[in-house]
């Protein structure tokens, strides 16, 4: 496998013939990107994604970690996906889509049980078989594939599944953004090019960064998590685009994924105990009526730092809350506190 210094991704992929070529027009074949070591993007012989101008690994510091790690790679280890903007061309919304996103987005207000999620799923999948390039459709598939994934999935490989398609239909929706699209054409990482994003692609820069950090979390091993590292510090660069857009944007999600990644790093990484409770603290401050801030505070502050009162305490609350009346998403809060019920049944189990 080499490395090839930042180009466009389709001039290079044309290049090296149909055989490479990753769902393009006109080709049924995956082009599967990898994350190296030091999370350059690696491809099969003469595909894109290495640093630009950059031709060299860093050296590590044992040749067992660097042997490991090959074997690790070579075995799908590294976080995995056919990037999103090669799967669709945005095209802009006829009219006829009007009615079906309509219809669409009664059917979603409900998605309270897999089914009725899946439900919602496929109507927004018919939506784009109409409008491929609607910003609405991309965005709520890539939001629903992330509650899939989190909420009605049990078995790693399937939250995989879930978590994958949520980042490709993300990055599909950024793609939409002519600027954008031309930046990673032109060879620049996904952050790189999220600086020309706006507050249009909020939701999809969030479920992004929502979908990288549970596919890191939940569905690698932990052995896998040094050779991926870099996703996370992928995640904080769009992280702060967003908070340059709106730090408050949608009942405090910002602040609260700001607080999950720094509880979630360890400290040689950048994990900061203090900085995460100040972030899930502006969360609630943000929205003190939303599910979410509580409900992740429980269930990852509270765990972690071994504050079982406290870890009632939110969780209790999150339950007492009618789900169709708080800030956060009906789909969502059914999630939540069935989540929430659940841990404090088995509350034994975290202290």
């Not at 009007?98 to 987005?105: G, I, K, M, V, Y």
């Not at 600086?195 to 890191?216: K, P």
Request: charged share 25%.
């Amino acid at each position: 496998m080499a490395r090839i210094k930042g180009q466009g991704l389709r001039p290079l992929l044309r290049k090296m013939g149909p055989d490479a070529v990753g769902d393009l027009p006109g080709s049924g074949k995956m082009a599967q990107t990898q994350i190296d070591f030091d999370g350059w993007t690696r491809t099969p012989e003469g595909a894109a994604g290495a640093a630009p101008g950059s031709g060299r690994r860093p050296k590590l510091p044992l040749l067992g970690v660097v042997a490991l790690g090959g074997v690790l790679c070579l075995h799908t280890a590294c976080m995995s996906w056919t990037r999103g903007w090669e799967l669709g061309v945005p095209e802009a919304v006829p009219a006829q889509v009007t009615a079906t996103l309509e219809a669409t987005r009664t059917t979603a207000l409900e998605a309270d049980s897999r089914d009725r999620l899946l439900a919602a799923i496929a109507r927004y999948q018919e939506v784009l078989a109409m409008a491929p390039g609607n910003l609405e459709a991309l965005s709520r598939l890539s939001e629903y594939h992330c509650l899939l994934g989190a909420a009605y999935s049990q078995r790693r490989r399937n939250k995989a599944d879930a978590y994958i398609q949520a980042i490709q239909y993300a990055e599909r929706a950024m793609s939409t953004n002519p600027q954008f699209r031309q930046a990673i054409e032109r060879g620049q990482s996904l952050p790189e090019a999220a600086a020309a994003l706006t507050l249009d692609e909020m939701d999809a820069m969030h479920f992004w960064v929502t979908g990288v950090s549970y596919y890191f979390k939940e569905c690698l091993n932990p052995i896998r998590y040094p050779f991926n590292m870099t996703w996370m510090s992928r995640s904080t660069q769009v992280l702060e685009r967003m908070g340059e857009l709106d730090a408050d944007w949608s009942q405090g999600a910002v602040h609260f994924a700001w607080g999950i990644y720094y509880l979630a790093l360890p400290k040689f990484a950048g994990g900061d105990m203090e900085k995460s409770a100040e972030n899930l603290q502006r969360t609630l401050a943000v929205a003190p009526e939303s599910l979410l801030g509580r409900w992740g505070r429980a269930k990852y502050f509270h765990v972690k730092t071994k504050n079982r009162q406290g870890f009632e305490d939110d969780l209790r609350w999150v339950l007492e809350q009618d789900p169709r009346a708080a800030a956060s998403p009906y789909p969502w809060n059914v999630y939540f506190q069935r989540d929430a019920k659940r841990m404090l049944d088995e509350v034994d189990r975290y202290f």
